[in-house]
């Protein structure tokens, strides 16, 4: 239904909203949600963002339109396992980067402050001294990430403009989803490890 559709569209935009002013309230910076320990915009903070935002707004509007639907169970909501699965591969990697950049043998690139941070950096080398090149992992997740996101959300999108009034489930994934993004994931930590040549070394590295 056109109901579900608009229910979704709002949730979504109030999530994101809530996102928008915690990071604000935090950090000073209506970026802040994004912004990690290194004053740099984060890639793995945004995909996670993203998925969580898309995933639970996307059941809160079913649920809601079930409600408004009188289904005799408006919770009754199956949600695929890929969605799951994306959303408990993009946490894993959130909290595994800090882990892999602390074993990165070069200095890492910082900012000074939370507001001196670009949106460059979701696509730049993490190591000081290359971060004017792009690194090829990053971009490789957020096009992964993009291209699936948009993906899904033409196939909800029509799911709750043209389907029944009750909703029963969201629209399936199928492996391949799963895997693309299992593979930019993996890329995108394989490169934050990896020794840049000539990078000037330094005892520790913090994410």
Do not use: C
């Amino acid at each position: 239904m056109a109901t579900s559709l608009l229910l979704w569209l709002a949730t979504l935009g109030f999530l994101f909203g809530i996102a928008l002013v915690t990071g604000r309230v935090v950090t000073g910076d209506w970026r802040g949600i994004l912004v990690d320990t290194r004053n740099k915009l984060s890639i793995a903070r945004l995909q996670l963002l993203l998925w969580t935002a898309f995933i639970l707004s996307a059941y809160l509007a079913v649920a809601l339109a079930n409600v408004a639907a009188g289904a005799a169970n408006p919770l009754g909501i199956s949600v695929p396992e890929g969605l799951w699965a994306a959303m408990g591969v993009s946490t894993a990697s959130l909290a595994a980067a800090p882990y892999v950049l602390n074993r990165q043998p070069g200095k890492l690139a910082t900012n000074a402050s939370p507001e001196t941070a670009s949106w460059r950096d979701l696509v730049s080398d993490e190591v000081d001294g290359f971060d004017h090149l792009v690194d090829l992992g990053k971009l490789q997740m957020v096009l992964v990430t993009g291209v699936l996101l948009v993906a899904y959300a033409v196939a909800l999108a029509d799911r709750l403009r043209a389907g029944p009034a009750v909703v029963h489930s969201l629209p399936a994934v199928n492996d391949a989803f799963v895997i693309l993004l299992g593979i930019s994931h993996a890329g995108y930590l394989a490169k934050k490890r990896a020794p840049r040549s000539g990078a000037t070394r330094t005892a520790s590295s913090r994410a």
